[in-house]
């Protein structure tokens, strides 16, 4: 059966290190901020000092404009030259960090030669000869300069390699093992300091390996058995390692020791919460909104916590005390139209629905269409709809397909063809457009138009049982090509045994192919997975053939009764 379904520079610097913005509304305890390892954009020279002759000058200029139109090369050369024609340390550098970042190794050792002749006690220069020599693979002059950068860091030796830490875990241009033999190299020579060996466990766990990240923090932890800091990084091992029973313990256990520590309690929360534990997860998170009861995020969080546990008394509470103070208020009237739409209250959900604005509200249009076209509003929906493609653009395929499909419930299955048409020539490589579009047409009998749709799916995603079984049931059901329709369902049935649509396609085929007692088989199979219209006349058509008439009318009048209007029953 067919599925229903700064300045120019330094922004450019900058933009190398962007992270992605987290995916759920859990804030994270404070920790401290990585340092920058590129420099900020040269500053002007001060007043009082002497002018740069007109050469110098000249490279100058030339490496901040080529920056700033974002030819870095030339910027580089201009700044490599202007660093070999004076001892300003800020010139070698600015020619160090542009030679770093775009993998440029001759260049960057000789400019950071450059800057460390004339900052001799900065380890800032060493740690770009470093990471270009660990580049290179050549790790023993690396680590030379990286014991150069713990002597001379103004932090001591644990700040020196936590530093390190964080420079060799974003350097993409090393691989994993020699970053993680080089520092543990390093922290070997300070094996009775716990900072060192937090630093190699934070290393560890960046680079993917919990076992040594766990062992390096239960170190750091025995050299000091006061500092939780190692205690954390515990857990985050162990919950990579899928020990999530032992992190939920370790945390709980914590948590008893110093129950009023809320980074503390905040970790056991998220960690419930990456576990699926959600009543335990709301538990905490409720207790956290007792000690901050100004802290919105937690209240949101524990309404769509109480929300997926179907506690919606407590979900509406926590979602209307959002509304009230105004926080997360855009997000609070989406999940209040979801909860009255849960409990079949359409005009309640329409109303919460219609006030959404912001990044939830194309969802809510899409809910709020189909809550009016369950009213017997077809056409407002569809202006919905219509209205949602032009107001978010980015939202038009979805809104194509939400309409398409709204046609084909109200039983006008041309009209939403002509609808996928005009959505496929906007968005010719949409693939549930194009599928949608394919279904459409092998209802209507248009075999052509769904053939080719399909086999344009099948040429991009050639083991797709979705399209695989819906190809090859066009073809058993609609042409007599049933041995090639079969040898495509049986692809897909190989690889989804247990879905009673492709058990239904299965089932008519080798109907098809007059293997009777075959096809009696699977369809009871699917029939007993899924009390579906066309599995059920199916079933009852092979029963029909094979004499067992009784048992066909029984099927089709219990079918019936579910889905009077169904067309094939």
Not at 35 to 47: D, G, K, N, Q, R
Not at 229 to 244: M, N, T
Request: charged share 25%.
């Amino acid at each position: 059966m067919l599925r229903r379904t700064a300045p120019v520079l330094m922004l450019l610097f900058l933009a190398a290190c962007a992270t992605q913005a987290p995916q759920l509304p859990v804030p994270e305890p404070e920790e401290p901020q990585d340092v920058e390892t590129v420099a900020p954009p040269l500053p002007e020279p001060a007043a009082a000092e002497p002018p740069l002759d007109d050469r110098l000058l000249f490279h100058v200029l030339t490496g901040e404009l080529a920056g700033n139109q974002g030819d870095l090369r030339q910027s580089l050369q201009a700044y490599l030259e202007a660093a070999r024609l004076s001892d300003d340390p800020r010139l070698a550098e600015q020619a160090a960090r542009l030679a770093l970042y775009l993998h440029e190794h001759a260049a960057a050792l000789e400019a950071a030669e450059r800057w460390l002749r004339a900052a001799p006690d900065d380890p800032a220069p060493h740690e770009v000869l470093a990471l270009t020599l660990l580049r290179s693979e050549r790790p023993d002059e690396a680590r030379d300069h990286l014991r150069a950068v713990i002597s001379l860091h103004p932090g001591g030796v644990g700040s020196a390699l936590e530093r390190i830490a964080g420079l060799l875990g974003r350097e993409t241009g090393v691989s994993r093992e020699l970053a993680l033999a080089v520092m543990q190299q390093l922290v070997a020579a300070h094996d009775r300091e716990p900072q060192a060996q937090q630093a190699l466990a934070q290393l560890a766990l960046q680079l993917d390996q919990p076992a040594l990240a766990l062992a390096a923090a239960e170190r750091a932890k025995a050299l000091s058995p006061n500092w939780a800091a190692p205690d954390l990084l515990r857990v985050q091992a162990l919950l990579k390692s899928g020990e999530g029973d032992e992190a939920v313990g370790l945390l709980g256990a914590l948590l008893k020791r110093q129950p009023n520590d809320h980074d503390l309690r905040l970790q056991y929360a998220r960690t419930l919460l990456s576990l699926e534990q959600t009543e335990g997860a709301l538990k905490q998170f409720e207790l956290l909104l007792k000690a901050r009861p100004q802290a919105a995020q937690f209240r949101y969080v524990a309404a769509l916590l109480a929300l997926e546990l179907g506690e919606h008394d407590k979900a509406r509470r926590y979602l209307l005390q959002l509304v009230n103070t105004g926080q997360y208020a855009d997000d609070a009237y989406f999940y209040l139209g979801r909860l009255a739409q849960a409990e079949g209250d359409a005009k309640g959900a329409m109303r919460w629905y219609r006030q959404v604005q912001g990044a939830q509200r194309p969802d809510a249009v899409l809910r709020l269409a189909a809550l009016l076209a369950e009213q017997g509003q077809p056409d407002a929906a569809r202006k919905q709809l219509q209205d949602l493609r032009l107001q978010y653009p980015q939202q038009a395929a979805q809104s194509y397909l939400a309409e398409a499909g709204l046609l084909r419930w109200l039983g006008r299955p041309q009209e939403a063809l002509a609808l996928y048409e005009q959505a496929l020539a906007q968005f010719p490589d949409h693939a549930e457009l194009r599928y949608a579009r394919a279904l459409t047409a092998a209802t209507l009998g248009d075999v052509p138009t769904a053939e080719q749709d399909l086999r344009q799916l099948l040429a991009q995603a050639p083991d797709d049982p979705q399209y695989l079984n819906a190809l090859g049931y066009t073809l058993v059901d609609q042409t007599t090509r049933y041995l090639e329709g079969y040898e495509l369902v049986e692809r897909a049935y190989a690889l989804r045994p247990d879905d009673p649509a492709i058990m239904d396609s299965m089932g008519w085929a080798l109907f098809r192919l007059q293997r009777l007692d075959e096809a009696r088989v699977l369809l009871e199979q699917a029939y007993a997975a899924s009390q579906d219209g066309e599995i059920a006349a199916h079933l009852a058509e092979v029963l029909w053939q094979l004499g067992e008439r009784q048992q066909a009318r029984q099927i089709l009048a219990d079918a019936l009764k579910r889905e009077p209007s169904h067309r094939i029953l």
